[in-house]
């Protein structure tokens, strides 16, 4: 089993900046890959972004590559979703989410495919 924990979400403004981080416990010798997803009120879950935990091959999702950066610490079982640019659209729940066994870049965006998630933490942009 693995425990994600993220944090780092609160309210902020148009045009702010936060750092989100999602810390991993458990057996986590078994992930290969971690992601963060989204879902605002009445949407379904999208994702964000995904990074692989020996390399540290990042993808990103259209809509979000240029403004968010993922990253990890692997020493600290941690990755890290840095958000730039905010706007009001990016008002979601973020979820941090880990998966098992191989990825391809075809696949990490498929939520499916990640057996373990957090409770998720909630980014509110205002105009």
């Known amino acids: 089993q693995v425990q994600l924990v993220e944090s780092g979400g609160g309210l902020v403004q148009a045009g702010d900046s936060l750092r989100l981080s999602c810390v991993a416990s458990?057996?986590?010798?078994?992930?290969?890959?971690m992601g963060w997803f989204r879902q605002a009120p009445g949407k379904e879950r999208e994702f964000v972004a995904a990074i692989s935990w020996s390399g540290g091959f990042t993808y990103y999702a259209d809509s979000m590559r240029g403004r968010f950066t993922i990253s990890r610490d692997n020493a600290k079982n941690t990755v890290y979703l840095q958000m730039n640019s905010l706007k009001p659209d990016d008002t979601a729940v973020y979820y941090c989410?880990?998966?098992?066994?191989?990825?391809?870049?075809?696949?990490?965006?498929?939520?499916?495919?990640?057996?373990?998630w957090g409770q998720g933490t909630q980014v509110t942009v205002s105009s």
């Open positions: 989410a880990a998966r098992e066994g191989l990825s391809t870049a075809r696949t990490m965006g498929v939520p499916g495919l990640y057996g373990y």
């Open positions: 458990g057996r986590t010798f078994s992930v290969y890959g």
